[in-house]
């Protein structure tokens, strides 16, 4: 496999595609995050000439959507609420198809842990972990992984609450703020070395992987603010991988996201041992952000794709895992 050369831009009526909510903002730790992908996700399609409008979970009911008869949903939420399979949940019982994955892909690819299983068994590389829910597992589990070591909340993105362990002693503080995010924490296996991500559209056998971006962040810190806020991250794509090594990345990733059951669109992030060159899969987004700082615009724009046509195709997109027959939806009446 290799880097795609050139993604085509779906041939849509914007008008056929009715009216669009664009959910973002919602009740997670990454609301700042997903107002600023819903913003630029808006103006895009209204650009395009969709009739889309802004929608805010956080500030009205969900189930507006039906009363104001939006029939779609461009889903711009990140992290839990959004991303997880509740808000995908509420839409398949509305009839609303939405972006992006299903309810379970998205919350099985929220849990990092759950993820990781899945991937292990398969086959998947992926690096070594343990879940823990103590500062003593969290000092066995730098005992067994060894530094430098991960601590991340199990279910949040954007690196919130994420700290690189190097000693025991720092073990208690890193637990105790993962924990303040979320009560599963993981500790992961540090794997030093190149860090790329790749981005997947499509479903099933249709799926394309992206090209991969490298990202050379400030000091190898690509933490909140230098994935978001910061100029001084660089982003490598081409990526200038080793002959052969980006096709090698995007089979991985798309056997990832196929494993999981994803569909529409999602983000790998993938670490390369510096010794081995081995690729290790960390983790999958489900509904990646779409900020001016943000990745999938950018592999998409290699590939030929620009910011409005990718949200445009994205729309088209939208489905539903089950939708159901138009009597049972109270219709036909």
């Known amino acids: 496999m290799t880097a795609l050369t050139r993604l085509a831009p779906v041939t849509v009526d914007p008008r056929a595609l ?16 997903s107002l600023m992908s819903g913003s630029g996700v808006l103006a895009a399609l209204r650009r395009a000439g969709v009739d889309a409008h802004a929608f805010d979970p ?27 399979g509740t ?27 759950m993820t990781k299983r899945i991937w292990r068994a398969e086959g998947l590389p992926t690096p070594d972990w343990r879940q823990v829910d103590s500062v ?54 540090f794997i030093a070395g190149d860090e790329v991500t790749c981005p997947v559209l499509g479903s099933g056998a249709a799926a394309q992987a992206l090209p991969v971006i490298r990202i050379v962040a400030p000091g190898g810190n690509y933490d ?23 096709g090698a990345i995007q089979a991985l990733v798309l056997a990832a996201y196929r494993t999981l059951g994803c569909r529409g669109w999602a983000r790998a992030d993938v670490m390369i041992d510096a010794a081995t060159r081995r690729p290790y899969l960390l983790e999958i987004n489900t509904a990646p952000g779409m900020t001016g700082h943000s990745l ?11 910011y409005d046509a990718l949200c445009l ?5 939208a489905a539903l895992d089950n939708p159901l027959p138009a009597v049972r939806r109270g219709e036909g009446r």
């Open 296 to 306: 999938v615009p950018m592999s998409a724009r290699a590939a030929g794709l620009d």
């Open 18 to 33: 009715g009216k669009v909510a664009v959910l973002m903002g919602g009740h997670s730790a990454e609301r700042e995050v």
């Open 313 to 317: 195709r994205l729309l088209a997109d």
């Open 224 to 246: 909140y603010q230098n994935k978001y806020f910061s100029d001084e991250t660089r982003y490598l794509v081409p990526c200038d991988l080793p002959a052969g090594e980006e």
């Open 87 to 113: 808000v995908q949940g509420a839409l398949e019982l509305m009839g609303i198809p939405y972006t992006g994955s299903g309810v379970l892909a998205s919350s099985v690819a929220m849990d990092k842990v």
């Open 136 to 189: 003593a597992e969290t000092q066995a589990a730098f005992d067994a992984l060894g530094a430098p070591m991960i601590v991340k909340p199990a279910r949040e993105g954007s690196t919130i609450g994420l700290t690189k362990v190097t000693s025991r002693e720092q073990c208690a503080a890193a637990y105790r703020l993962a924990a303040q995010h979320d009560p599963e924490v993981l500790c992961e296996q």
């Open 58 to 84: 956080a500030e009205r009911p969900l189930w507006d959507l039906t009363r104001e008869g939006f029939a779609r949903a461009f889903i711009a939420l990140h992290g839990r609420f959004g991303e997880d």
